[in-house]
C-alpha cells in the first residue's frame, strides 16, 4: 500500500520558517516524481514545487521561487520543502503526492498525480 504522510506544518508569523516533510512508502521511490501543492480555501489545489523521478530535478511555482527549497533524500525516502519568509498568503493545506512519470521534467497539474498524502495545515499570521 502506497503511503504518503507529510509532517511539519504549524502556526507562524510572517517572515518566519518552516520545514515540511514528505514521507514515502509502498512504492518504488525514485520512479516516482513527488509534488509538494498546496490549497487555501475556496481555491484549487496548486503546485507549489516538485522533483522529477530519477535526477530529482526541481520545479518551483512562482509563488515560491526564492523562498523556498525542495530536497528528496532517497536514503530515507522522503521529500522537504524549506519555506522561508512566509506570508498570509501562503496559509493553505500542504499535501505531497507522487506521479509515475520518468519522462521528463516532474509534473504540474494535480490531476496527473496519482498518490496523495492528507496534507498538513500552514497558517501564517500577520
Known amino acids: 500500500e502506497v503511503q504518503l504522510v507529510e509532517s511539519g506544518g504549524g502556526l507562524v508569523q510572517a517572515g518566519g520558517s518552516l520545514r515540511l516533510s514528505c514521507a514515502a512508502s509502498g512504492l518504488a521511490f525514485e520512479d516516482f516524481a513527488i509534488g509538494w501543492f498546496r490549497q487555501a480555501p475556496g481555491k484549487e489545489r496548486v503546485i507549489v514545487a516538485c522533483?522529477?523521478?530519477?535526477?530529482?530535478?526541481?520545479y518551483y511555482a512562482d509563488s515560491g521561487k526564492g523562498r523556498f527549497t525542495i530536497s528528496s533524500d532517497s536514503a530515507k525516502n522522503t521529500v522537504d520543502l524549506e519555506m522561508n519568509n512566509l506570508a498570509p498568503e501562503d496559509t493553505a493545506v500542504y499535501y505531497c503526492a507522487a506521479d509515475y512519470y520518468n519522462l521528463g521534467s516532474c509534473r504540474k497539474l494535480a490531476a496527473l498525480y496519482n498518490y496523495w498524502g492528507k496534507g498538513t495545515l500552514v497558517t501564517v499570521s500577520s
Open positions: 522533483v522529477s523521478s530519477g535526477d530529482r530535478a526541481a
